[in-house]
């Protein structure tokens, strides 16, 4: 009897019983016997995995197999989900039509320029060769440019300024509603930008030249515009300004600025007043609030069962004075105070020591020495020093120290907004606010975007980068926002609108949780804005090639597969809404 010939083939069938559902695979082979198609049995293939059976299918329908090793191989990885997820936020932001309407090589740079800078800030230099490590280069189209490119979109940009934070102010600002404003300063490595002054360095950095800037954003923090200024400007000089451009410019005409007490002077307080529709919140600096003490206007024992009153005064006219005292910050500030002190009296102590066994005298020398530390800790202001040849002493000025304790946890709220509109602990709320613009400056200058330190010559390379900064940072804003469940941070973010303002702010259950597992409630790690991201770039896009084929042979692109974790936060970025 002959053989038998034919083509083989898997069949799988499914069948239900008793509620279990139940497959069989049958390896046949079909022939075809005096006309007649018929089918035989070959094996049972059930028992073997599900990943080797529809091998076997496919190798019986045709498909050759190879060793991965021997079908391609990978030339080049580099990281890519990072990248996505910022590429992703620009998109879902339109940031490129808020660069400019139409697409342009300058315009690619600058979104290019922004994007890196939130993946891993750079010098100039330092980015066009970074950039290639990762997909970024090629994805923005800037594969080619270098840094002479990149300072003239910079310069591109700066012209562009004004009309971008136009667009952003009808974006996030609405008449009648909250505008933050608040000055940094960060330094600089160099001596000739004219912008440069020796100031008030908030960095720490004494000695050396800073610029400062203002960061304008509406009642969440995010930014709206920047405005940079020299270094040894004051505060309350960038204010005004600050208001009339948001009503000449960005056509706001009715708004409440919220500004520090160092940031409102008098002078644009009245200012604000003659103008019709601009409100204001700031606080009373603490000689004003000690004057309404003495006048009686303000009696302490209003606080024995309350921690927030609302009073008016004279001084004020048309003003509300909103009166708070945190317990909590009243003893914090008091300890501090008296560690300040015992440390003060500490190195007192020394120079006595030396004084009493003779090897320190004469009057000059020894009030020389008393005078390089007696106010290290600025409290010189609390001590009575006696000064003689041969002998030093002190007392502690308990009148001015029960003086300075009675302002301890109090500050009052001075606004121009009425009741009706805006009542007492929202006022308070809405001065704090200003926290938001805080947490802007500490991402700006340290933590993710490092504005500083600025090694540009010219002004307005200063002001570019300042201001490339700060779209990057409006970027990162709203990524922050989307991944808040992702991170530590507080998803109840609807409790602060009721939460006791005065009292110390408490976080929610569940971000303390997070704190304290370092996991979310699915038992993930917990993250930072940095690890996010760092997680993110394990996504990488790998370019492939059949092995021995030649440099010129023809590649192909690969993506690592997402996990969960990753699909879960580019997601979120696709969730985001301007």
């Known amino acids: 009897m002959p053989a038998r010939t034919g083509t083989a083939h898997v069949v799988t069938t499914t069948r239900k019983y008793k509620g279990q559902i139940y497959r069989t695979h049958l390896l046949r082979r079909s022939y075809r016997e005096g006309g007649t198609v018929r089918n035989e049995t070959l094996g049972n293939l059930s028992h073997l995995p599900e990943p080797l059976i529809e091998i076997i299918r496919r190798s019986l329908q045709g498909e050759t197999f190879v060793p991965v090793a021997q079908a391609f191989e990978i030339t080049r990885s580099r990281p890519h989900g990072h990248v996505q997820a910022v590429a992703t936020a620009m998109q879902r932001l339109g940031l490129a039509s808020l660069v400019a309407s139409q697409p342009c090589r300058e315009r690619e740079q600058v979104l290019a320029m922004i994007a890196s800078r939130i993946v891993a800030p750079h010098t100039k230099l330092a980015t066009t060769r970074w950039w290639h490590t990762t997909t970024l280069a090629d994805d923005f189209g800037v594969a080619d440019a270098d840094e002479d490119d990149l300072y003239a979109a910079m310069d591109w940009l700066l012209a562009r300024q004004d009309r971008i934070q136009k667009k952003l102010a009808s974006r996030h600002l609405s008449a009648g509603g909250l505008v933050l404003y608040d000055l940094s300063s960060s330094y600089f490595e160099g001596t000739t930008c004219p912008l440069a002054r020796l100031g008030y360095n908030r960095d720490g950095k004494k000695g050396l030249l800073q610029v400062n800037y203002g960061l304008l954003t509406d009642a969440r923090g995010c930014p709206v515009a920047v405005s940079v ?4 400007t004051a505060d309350s000089r960038t204010f ?19 500004g520090d007490r160092g940031m409102v002077s008098q002078k644009a307080i009245d200012e604000m007043r003659e103008a019709d529709g601009i409100g204001w919140i700031t606080a009373l600096k603490s000689a004003s609030i000690r004057a309404l003490l003495e006048q009686g206007q303000l009696q302490m024992d209003l606080f024995d069962e309350r921690n927030l009153l609302e009073l008016s005064s004279p001084d004020y006219p048309g003003e509300r004075l909103v009166a708070c005292r945190n317990e909590a910050l009243a003893r914090l500030r008091a300890h501090k105070r008296e560690e300040l002190l015992a440390a003060t009296e500490r190195n007192l102590e020394k120079i006595k020591a030396r004084v009493d066994a ?12 008393v005078g390089k530390i007696i106010n290290q800790y600025k409290v010189a202001k609390h001590f009575d020093l006696s000064i003689t040849d041969a002998a030093l002493s002190w007392t502690r000025k308990q009148d001015s120290l029960a003086s300075e304790a009675a302002l301890d946890g109090l500050y009052i709220v001075r606004t121009s907004v009425p009741a009706t509109q805006m009542d007492a602990p929202e ?3 809405n001065y704090k606010s200003l926290a938001n613009v805080e947490r802007a400056f500490r991402s700006l200058k340290t933590i993710d975007l490092k504005v500083r330190p600025i090694h540009h010559r010219t002004a307005d390379r200063v002001r570019a980068h300042i201001f490339l900064c700060m779209l990057a940072y409006y970027v990162e804003w709203h990524l922050r926002e989307a991944w808040r469940e992702l991170m530590f941070a507080d998803t109840e973010q609807q409790a602060k609108a009721t939460r006791d303002p005065v009292a110390p702010a408490q976080r929610s259950a569940s971000a303390q949780a997070k704190a304290a597992t370092h996991c979310l409630s699915d038992g993930t790690p917990a993250h930072s804005f940095a690890t996010l991201m ?6 990488v896009r790998n370019t492939c090639r059949t092995p021995n084929a030649g440099p010129d042979a023809p590649t192909f692109e690969l993506t690592t597969t997402p996990e969960p974790w990753h699909e879960r936060a580019l997601a979120l970025v696709q969730a985001i809404r301007p």
Do not use: W, Y
Not at 229 to 232: A, C, L, Q
Not at 247 to 258: A, K, P, S
Not at 358 to 369: C, F, H, P, T, Y
């Open 229 to 232: 200024h020299e270094g040894n």
């Open 240 to 258: 005004m300004p600050t208001v009339h451009k948001l009503r000449e410019d960005f056509g706001i005409e009715r708004m409440v600025m919220v």
């Open 358 to 369: 003779g090897r320190l005298s004469g009057q000059d020398a020894i009030g020389v020495r």
């Open 427 to 429: 006022c308070v709320r």
């Open 534 to 539: 760092a997680e993110l770039a394990n996504l």
